[in-house]
């Protein structure tokens, strides 16, 4: 196999191994109520301050609508809080409970394990290597959003 159809395989299934295993790692018993794609609106709306909906939603490139369904479903399971800004009271801002902040290092935690499997057995060349082609790769899927 030539190394065009080496990566074109790798990425195809690299994508449902990664959604895949990410579900089985993630949601156990105690998460169970929640999906994957929550626990990434759970990392995108983080753990420092409130967001709005609109900071949110582009950053998981999804509508305010689309979003503001899955936040009310959140936030009836407890993992999110809404609260008024204090500078404009006409804006809602979101932020992670304390069950939502729980979630997110248990989420958080899988991808640093991910990560530093990834990182174990490369040197410094390999790690600016893959990092490098990484990033291209990003940028071109970024050119379909």
């Known amino acids: 196999m030539n190394h065009y ?42 753990i420092r301050e409130a967001k709005n909906m609109s900071t949110v939603a582009r950053s998981l490139s999804v509508t305010v609508g689309t979003l503001t369904i899955a936040i009310n479903n959140l936030v009836k399971k407890g993992y999110v809080q809404r609260v008024r800004s204090q500078e404009d009271r006409r804006v809602v801002l979101i932020s992670l409970s304390p069950k939502g902040e729980k979630a997110y290092y248990h989420h958080r935690t899988f991808h640093d394990k991910m990560i530093l499997a990834v990182l174990k057995d490369l040197n ?22």
Not at 16 to 32: G, P, Q, R
Not at 130 to 143: E, G, M, Y
Request: charged letters at 25%.
């Open 5 to 46: 159809d080496t990566i074109n395989e790798v990425l195809v299934n690299l994508f449902n191994e990664i959604m895949d295993i990410e579900e089985k790692a993630l949601i156990i018993s105690e998460y169970k109520d929640i999906s994957v794609n929550d626990m990434h609106i759970l990392e995108a709306i983080g």
């Open 124 to 145: 410094t060349q390999e790690t600016e290597a893959l990092t490098n082609a990484l990033l291209k790769l990003q940028k071109f899927f970024r050119t379909y959003l």
